[in-house]
């Protein structure tokens, strides 16, 4: 293994509660681990979306998110087409610059196999 490639692990965990209590939601937020981001004066978040629209949706598709407004655009499926073109850009690349080395390589053979005089 080398260690010139970073590692990247991604870890994320959610628990949702539907409808938890008002004893049990103040205990949540009152605990000192909690630490509960505040929204500027007048910032509405959109409600939830209901749980059966969200398993509807296409896995890694994030465009139609009701809450996209706080986050930056990403979609998987623009990703992995981004990353399918540079790989033929970079593929391209390489075909061109192996052309170019058989040019240089067949040029020194010419130039080896040519008599001196």
């Not at 939601?25 to 605990?31: C, D, E, I, T």
């Not at 007048?42 to 890694?60: F, M």
């Not at 690349?93 to 196999?113: E, N, P, T, V, Y």
Request: hydrophobic share 35%; proline share 9%.
């Amino acid at each position: 293994m080398t260690t010139k490639k970073p590692v990247v692990v991604e870890l994320y965990d959610e628990i949702v509660f539907p409808d938890p209590s008002e004893a049990f939601l103040s205990r949540v937020q009152g605990h000192p681990a909690v630490n509960l981001p505040r929204l500027p004066a007048g910032v509405t978040l959109p409600p939830p979306i209901p749980v059966e629209d969200a398993s509807k949706r296409r896995k890694g598709d994030t465009k139609d998110h009701s809450l996209t407004q706080w986050f930056t655009n990403f979609s998987e499926a623009d990703e992995l087409l981004q990353l399918a073109a540079a790989r033929q850009r970079v593929q391209a690349h390489i075909a061109k610059l192996r052309r170019q080395i058989s040019l240089i390589d067949g040029q020194q053979q010419q130039f080896k196999s040519t008599p001196e005089q």
